[in-house]
């Protein structure tokens, strides 16, 4: 049976992702998830070719998926159905590019507003505890540590933070070099207390995990290979249950958090930007409305004139006060 056009060229389009983009194979499956999906829904409107597709069909999709529910019942939140309309309005304009559309049936489609969900920050007394979490006398411990600190210490991605070889580091001149979304490179500083856990690390812990199957790799888990995603996530998941951290900590929580209280001390926006690799300041910009939120509860909390207290219960009288002075008779 001769596959259809559609998902001939949704496949194409995938390699386009992999190999001229250079998109890690975590985006690529999350938008062939959605891609898959959306020829799924293209072929049972008889349609077979993205040249075919119409706007009326584009619609359908994003009305398809924001009555849809996953498996638990759970309705599709709308950032789902957002991500999915991306990965299709990007595929239907990598068609127009390579000259196989003349149109994008995407064009005219709204796109579902999201609910504004400002990132949770852990307090600085919370990562001072996950820090010190890690049993220092075990490998693993002193390898977690380095994690932690270079996380918090330098507004990792968890994806860079795994990529990571040993070559990145310049510990000597307290830096790090990563390669961030679409490859492109920047080099971070490192604070002193990632420079020592990330020494510790190298000389005492790493030769214990190393096999042959290493290479370069920074972090390693227990085998000798290099540590996964989910591995990372395991570790925070039990540095939180030591430290007894009761809400969810992930890689990207520890990344809010570095964001977050840099501005709290004083960080230029533009320069937050420049250390988390974000291509546009307005991405940034969502820490901002965290450390003013911050700032009100302080200012709520400690300014003498910041509540308003009942009528009747000021001190000094009890009747109300004039803004005159009262003249001698």
């Known amino acids: 049976m001769t596959t259809p056009v559609l998902q001939r060229q949704v496949h194409a389009y995938l390699d386009h992702l992999t190999v001229e983009r ?27 070719d993205a040249r075919s597709v119409t706007d009326a069909d584009v619609a359908a999709f994003v009305a398809e998926l924001s009555a849809a529910t996953h498996h638990d019942g759970e309705p599709y939140r709308a950032s789902s159905v957002v991500r999915a309309l991306s990965a299709v309005r990007a595929f239907h304009r990598w068609v127009m590019a390579e000259g196989d559309a003349d149109r994008d049936p995407t064009g005219g489609i709204v796109r579902p507003k999201l609910p504004r969900r400002l990132p949770r920050p852990l307090s600085v007394e919370d990562v001072a505890a996950l820090l010190e979490a890690p049993d220092p006398v075990a490998a693993a411990g002193r390898r977690d540590r380095a994690i932690i600190e ?7 991605r968890v994806s860079e933070l795994v990529a990571l070889d040993v070559d990145d580091l310049d510990l000597d001149d307290a830096g790090v ?35 042959a199957r290493s290479r370069s790799a920074l972090f390693l888990n227990v085998r000798g290979g290099r540590l996964t995603r989910q591995g990372v996530t395991n570790v ?47 991405t940034t910009q969502v820490y901002t409305l965290i450390t003013k939120e911050h700032l009100l509860e302080v200012y709520a909390t400690s300014h003498p004139r910041a509540r308003r207290t009942p009528e009747g219960s000021r001190s000094g009288g009890s009747g109300p006060r004039t803004r005159g002075r009262s003249r001698a008779g």
Not at 254 to 271: I, P, Q
């Open 150 to 156: 270079l996380l918090y210490g330098a507004g990792l």
């Open 177 to 211: 070099r990563v390669f961030g979304k679409g490859g492109k490179e920047r080099d971070l500083p490192l604070g002193g207390f990632a420079v020592d856990a990330l020494h510790a690390y190298l000389a005492t812990a790493r030769p214990e995990f190393a096999t």
């Open 22 to 48: 250079g998109l890690s194979s975590h985006t690529v499956a999350a938008y062939r998830r959605d891609l898959v999906r959306y020829t799924t829904h293209c072929e049972a409107r008889e349609v077979r």
């Open 236 to 282: 925070l998941h039990a540095a939180a249950r030591r430290a007894g951290i009761r809400r969810a900590v992930s890689p990207h929580v520890l990344r809010h958090s570095f964001a977050t209280h840099l501005l709290e001390g004083g960080a230029d926006v533009r320069v937050v930007q420049e250390l988390l690799g974000h291509a546009s300041v307005a």
